[in-house]
Nanobody, 124 residues
Framework: QVQLAESGGGLVQAGGSLKLSCEASGLSLRIYSIGWFRQAPGKEREWVAAISWAGTVLAADSAEERVTVSRDVAKSTVYLQMNSVTAEDTAVYYC??????????????????WGQGTQVTVSS
């Protein structure tokens, strides 16, 4: 049974950094790419970044200067760090697993497994 569990959410001060973890069980990070998405109240879910099964990192244009995605294959965990956060970064953050790589990782429809999400609130 595949499970993705996000952690690390909570309250973050504006201008600070957030670091989230996504622990995957029941699948291998050498076969599945992991993407990070977020959804703010009243808005559609949007892609933030991803790391492919080969270890290649991709990020949305709006986020690429502020995000770092990394992974620990042995721990089956993927990390998202976002710097210089603002109130606009307040959202529920999700990780998801996909069998694809490259540009298709930006599309929610290409993901087969999703975590439950973790709330991040940026305070000013």
């Amino acid at each position: 049974q595949v499970q993705l569990a996000e952690s690390g959410g909570g309250l973050v001060q504006a201008g600070g950094s957030l670091k989230l973890s996504c622990e995957a069980s029941g699948l291998s990070l050498r076969i599945y790419s992991i993407g990070w998405f977020r959804q703010a109240p009243g808005k559609e879910r949007e892609w933030v970044a991803a790391i492919s099964w080969a270890g290649t990192v991709l990020a949305a244009d709006s986020a690429e200067e502020r995000v770092t995605v990394s992974r620990d294959v042995a721990k089956s965990t993927v990390y998202l760090q976002m710097n210089s956060v603002t109130a606009e970064d307040t959202a529920v953050y999700y990780c998801a697993a996909s069998e694809v790589t490259g540009i298709p990782l930006a599309k929610t429809r290409n993901y087969v497994y999703w975590g439950q999400g973790t709330q991040v609130t940026v305070s000013s």
